[in-house]
């Protein structure tokens, strides 16, 4: 099988190269991020073919389902090989009408350090993103001291090797680079919505890698007359022209597009082959300015 994952090349991670387009698991829950895939048999494939396509970066959570895509990776493909890193994250847990709640107390952290270990199958969490809850798809400002702190107490256990943030400011990373060392950061961000266009060059200097969530838009997928008509002319879909400018955008970014179809699956990793020249980051770079993006 081609090995479109690593097309776009590598930047490291938890102390180890892995391909800048990886994996997002999120999609395989049921609808709304809660209960069992509509298709399981379809959820495994498509686990396997993207590890089969190259994939070694693949991002979960236990509160995703609850416990499902976990679940699911783990029948997918335990034991895993030892070039796949699996990123999770905590912060929230589930209610039982899939209400998203936070869960940041540091025994909520330990117990969903615990969920994770439990349902992956894993006696280690390669890297862990402490997920600040903030104004739930932006950060705000505050103090993230405490959470770090309890996540870094389960590092030193031996139960984390890395820690990771999502939802966060520059000046929470630079206080959670005080209490411990920081390998990623999780965000949204994507072509329409470039709010941490600086913070993507601060972490790029200090060889963090910045992974953007929502890279297609999330809930609201991007959409445009105006990209549409430029990705007809690099015979792409909008959602790979997407990608590919992430990719472009800057070095440190690792993408984790998610998808319960094989089609898409595909799709999404041939973006990886898709170069984008001068002109037509030009015209990429207009899209928001024109305002000719979905509303937020």
């Known amino acids: 099988m081609s090995k479109l994952s690593t097309a776009a090349g590598t930047y490291p991670l938890a102390g180890r190269p892995v391909n800048r387009m990886g994996y997002g698991a999120m999609q395989l829950a049921g609808p709304g991020v809660f209960g069992p895939p509509k298709d399981h048999v379809a959820a495994i494939a498509v686990l396997r073919e993207a590890v089969a396509a190259g994939v070694d970066h693949i991002d979960t959570s236990d509160f995703y389902g609850p416990h499902v895509t976990n679940q699911l990776i783990r029948e997918a493909l335990h034991p895993y090989a030892n070039d796949l890193l699996i990123v999770t994250k905590l912060g929230a847990v589930r209610g039982s009408a899939g209400e998203w709640l936070p869960a940041s107390e540091p025994q909520d952290?330990?117990?969903?350090v615990h969920d994770n270990l439990r349902n992956l199958g894993l006696d280690v969490l390669d890297v862990v993103n402490m997920r600040i809850m903030g104004s739930i798809h932006a950060p705000s400002e505050g103090s993230i001291a405490r959470?770090?702190?309890?996540?870094?107490?389960?590092?030193?256990?031996?139960?984390?090797?890395?820690?990771?943030l999502s939802n966060v400011t520059s000046v929470q990373v630079a206080e959670a680079q005080g209490i411990a060392s920081i390998v990623c950061v999780q965000n949204q961000y994507n072509l329409v919505q470039r709010a941490d266009d600086a913070l993507v060059d601060e972490l790029?200097?200090?060889?963090?890698?910045?992974?953007?969530?929502?890279?297609?838009?999330?809930?609201?997928?991007?959409?445009?007359?105006?990209?549409?008509?430029?990705?007809?002319?690099?015979?792409?879909?909008?959602?790979?022209?997407?990608?590919?400018?992430?990719?472009?955008?800057?070095?440190?970014?690792?993408?984790?597009?998610?998808?319960s179809s094989l089609a898409h699956l595909r799709e999404n990793l041939a973006a990886a082959e898709l170069r984008l020249t001068d002109d037509v980051l030009a015209e990429l770079a207009s899209l928001v300015q024109e305002g000719d993006q979905p509303s937020h």
């Open 109 to 112: 952290i330990e117990r969903g």
């Open 147 to 164: 959470q770090v702190e309890a996540l870094a107490k389960l590092q030193q256990q031996g139960l984390v090797r890395h820690i990771g």
């Open 204 to 259: 790029a200097g200090k060889g963090i890698a910045y992974v953007p969530f929502f890279p297609l838009g999330g809930f609201t997928p991007i959409q445009s007359s105006a990209l549409s008509a430029i990705a007809k002319k690099l015979d792409a879909t909008p959602m790979q022209v997407a990608l590919a400018w992430l990719l472009r955008r800057a070095p440190n970014i690792l993408l984790i597009p998610g998808t």
